[in-house]
T-cell receptor, first 113, second 114 residues
Framework: KNEVEQSPQNLTAQEGEFITINCSYSVGISALHWLQQHPGGGIVSLFMLSSGKKKHGRLIATINIQEKHSSLHITASHPRDSAVYICAVSMSVFSNTGNQFYFGTGTSLTVIP | DGGITQSPKYLFRKEGQNVTLSCEQNLNHDAMYWYRQDPGQGLRLIYYSQIVNDFQKGDIAEGYSVSREKKESFPLTVTSAQKNPTAFYLC?????????????FGEGSRLTVL
């Protein structure tokens, strides 16, 4: 069982559509991260949040601590938004190997012009 | 600009050879990490370091080794003992105490064993 589950795994949208990617987690966390992985493989941090909501441009991230759930929204989607979006959590209690971050398997988004 | 530089981007290795992946950061971050990414799986932690001259095994450390002689550098050696080394490797760093900071990643290194 994965500590972090994302849905959907794959998503295809028309340019301009509103997109939602969901993340659920099962461990106690100190923060949740949304990451974007480009086709070349590099990863960029989009958001780090521990409560409420954050907004950068067309991207909005929300988190509900009680329900252990977060969503990433993209408004007015564009082909340049095509990437893999990864949810990760910073755990409040480390694993026995000292691991502090758990990662989802990612959502592959393709936005068609 | 500050960031993390990984090299090489692509690497081919024959079975039985050790290879070293470079990771350099100029963000002045204390914590550095090596992750392995395989298709359909989340990133898995290989090794991490909180401070110079100290590092700890992660969840999948067998067949790998690291060093942290300088704050900026955290190279990863994939040894011949690693049974399935073909993968995409990502180096990351964060500021301050472990797990309290934003994660910064390099562009990754793709290792293929021939």
């Amino acid at each position: 069982k994965n500590e972090v589950e994302q849905s959907p795994q794959n998503l295809t949208a028309q340019e301009g559509e509103f997109i939602t990617i969901n993340c659920s987690y099962s461990v106690g966390i100190s923060a949740l991260h949304w990451l974007q992985q480009h086709p070349g493989g590099g990863i960029v941090s989009l958001f780090m949040l521990s409560s409420g909501k954050k907004k950068h441009g067309r991207l909005i991230a929300t988190i509900n601590i009680q329900e252990k759930h977060s969503s990433l929204h993209i408004t007015a989607s564009h082909p340049r938004d095509s990437a893999v979006y990864i949810c990760a959590v910073s755990m409040s209690v480390f694993s026995n190997t000292g691991n502090q971050f758990y990662f989802g398997t990612g959502t592959s988004l393709t936005v068609i012009p | 600009d500050g960031g993390i530089t990984q090299s090489p981007k692509y690497l081919f290795r024959k079975e039985g050879q050790n290879v070293t992946l470079s990771c350099e950061q100029n963000l002045n971050h204390d914590a550095m990490y090596w992750y392995r990414q395989d298709p359909g799986q989340g990133l898995r932690l290989i090794y991490y370091s909180q401070i110079v001259n100290d590092f700890q095994k992660g969840d999948i450390a067998e067949g790998y080794s690291v060093s942290r002689e300088k704050k900026e550098s955290f190279p990863l050696t994939v040894t011949s003992a690693q049974k399935n080394p073909t993968a995409f490797y990502l180096c990351a760093s964060s500021q301050g105490q472990l797990n309290t900071g934003e994660l910064f990643f390099g562009e990754g290194s793709r290792l293929t064993v021939l």
